[in-house]
């Protein structure tokens, strides 16, 4: 049991640290690195004390590697954190980034939906702080930080406080859509 959870870990760190695997989600056997591998071979010993003094061995390299910032292990929290900390960013995560959560398919939790390549299409949140700027154009800044601004003209009958529930979306061709109060307006993520 405890190699199995083992091999597991050693899977999720092959994927992370893969160059070949970050582009494509799926570690192939030449994208694998050779700390990954070993640990992979020991399972076709038969003699059980060679099994273990292999695994001893591969878990050693793998604890070095990870030691020396050649490997590093990510789990499936820290996956979706990074993933809403991008959103409304131009920023292209690698594959490995994209949570599929066994098998591809749209998914919606925790204040977010994403849809069946693991990207995420909108996100649900309260404003903490919200202000209107020099033109009038609404902000609000998110419970984790982000900042989101109006950048279509802003109806000046349509007021917004602090707590109020957004939806935000995205749009064709990079474009954000963002929802309050059941008022729909673009948006751009300035922090």
């Known amino acids: 049991m405890k190699s199995l959870g083992f091999?597991?870990?050693?899977?999720?760190?092959?994927?992370?640290?893969?160059?070949?695997?970050?582009?494509?989600?799926n570690p192939s056997p030449e994208a694998r690195l050779p700390v990954f591998d070993a640990l992979i071979n020991c399972r076709k010993i038969g003699d059980a004390a060679e099994r273990l003094a292999c695994f001893d061995k591969a878990a050693d390299q793998l604890a070095a590697a990870q030691t020396a910032g050649d490997v590093v292990v990510v789990d499936r929290q820290e996956i979706k954190k990074a993933q809403r900390s991008t959103f409304g960013f131009n920023v292209a995560l690698p594959q490995v980034f994209k949570d599929k959560g066994g098998k591809a398919e749209a998914k919606e939790e925790k204040g977010q939906?994403?849809?069946?390549?693991?990207?995420?299409?909108?996100?649900?949140?309260?404003?903490?702080?919200?202000?209107?700027?020099?033109?009038?154009?609404?902000?609000?800044?998110?419970?984790?930080?982000?900042?989101?601004?109006?950048?279509?003209?802003?109806?000046?009958?349509?007021?917004?406080?602090?707590?109020?529930?957004?939806?935000?979306?995205?749009?064709?061709?990079?474009?954000?859509?963002?929802?309050?109060?059941?008022?729909l307006m673009r948006a751009k993520r300035d922090s």
């Open 7 to 25: 091999s597991v870990l050693a899977a999720a760190v092959s994927v992370i640290a893969s160059p070949a695997a970050s582009q494509t989600g």
């Open 113 to 183: 939906k994403t849809d069946e390549a693991g990207d995420i299409e909108a996100i649900t949140a309260v404003a903490t702080k919200v202000w209107q700027g020099a033109r009038g154009e609404w902000n609000f800044q998110l419970e984790d930080g982000a900042v989101w601004r109006q950048t279509d003209a802003p109806d000046p009958a349509r007021s917004f406080k602090n707590g109020v529930t957004v939806e935000i979306k995205k749009g064709k061709l990079g474009n954000f859509f963002l929802k309050a109060n059941g008022a």
